[in-house]
């Protein structure tokens, strides 16, 4: 088996990627572990929304061993990544005027919690809505997006704004229009998305750096173990009733 020049690349593109998210996004994660940290220390809530892929990086801080265990899912039916068919009924979805206000009206998201909203172009109706009804309901929003798009694109939301115009704080992706880092003159469009693996790491240094704020604050934080190391289901148990109140994934 000989070495793959396209994979290789591909990891190369990744890497100098999450090099930049790390070096010029230092300050804003911070930000955003503290706010984070502010949350669980207040006795807040703790929510991650995303629609299409971005629900991926959602997801994977949500009931997730070595996580935070009162982050929840925001859930919006039929947007949660490929869970409709046809798969395209979901991006027309994250299109559809309303329906983020809907989905906040009926959680249990409230004045004084945190949502992360995750959108790589942020244009779309649904996370600009998203944000700005969260913003006016008294959370902290914290926005993972790539803002090249708010240059490059025109908004689909009638405000003609972003999701980085309605954030607390804002988290740069670095990824370029289109989400995809390779070409080949043999094929006419570009291929090798690297959102996922980005925006995940951001997300996952974000609840490392609420970690640490919540260490410096003498506060427990409360983190979920593997279910499949001794001991884990023990360990998570007991997390989990000490923050039933802010955990809605269980109930």
């Known amino acids: 088996m ?46 991650a929304f ?38 395209t009924l979901g991006s027309a979805l994250e299109r559809v005027d309303g329906l983020a206000g809907a989905v906040l009206d009926s959680s249990p998201a409230r004045a004084g919690d945190v949502l992360i909203v995750i959108s790589l172009s942020g244009r779309n109706a649904l996370p600009v809505e998203m944000a700005m009804n969260a913003r006016a309901l008294g959370l902290t929003v914290i ?27 804002v988290l740069d992706s670095k990824i370029a229009v289109g989400d995809a880092e390779l070409t080949h003159e043999s094929v006419d469009a570009p291929f090798a998305p690297a959102s996922t693996v980005v925006t995940s790491a951001l997300m996952q240094a974000t609840m490392a750096a609420a970690t640490e704020h919540l260490i410096a604050r003498g506060v427990e934080p409360p983190l ?5 190391v001794d001991g884990g289901h023990e360990w998570n148990g007991r997390v989990m009733d000490q923050y039933a109140d802010r955990i809605f994934f269980r109930h």
């Open 224 to 228: 979920l173990r593997s279910g499949n």
């Open 143 to 169: 926005g993972v997006t790539s803002p090249a798009y708010a240059r490059e694109t025109r908004s689909r939301h009638a405000s003609g704004t972003f999701l980085k115009d309605h954030c607390d704080i």
């Open 2 to 47: 000989g070495e793959s020049k396209l994979a290789g690349q591909f990891f190369d593109a990744a890497i100098s990627l999450l090099r930049r998210a790390r070096d010029e996004e230092a300050e804003n994660i911070d930000a955003a572990g503290a706010a984070v940290a502010d949350a669980v220390a207040a006795g807040g809530r703790l929510f």
């Open 50 to 87: 995303g629609a299409g892929h971005s629900s991926l990086a959602a997801q994977d801080v949500v009931y997730r061993a070595g996580g935070l265990a009162p982050v929840n899912l925001l859930a919006v039916p039929g947007a949660v990544g490929v869970d409709v068919m046809p798969a």
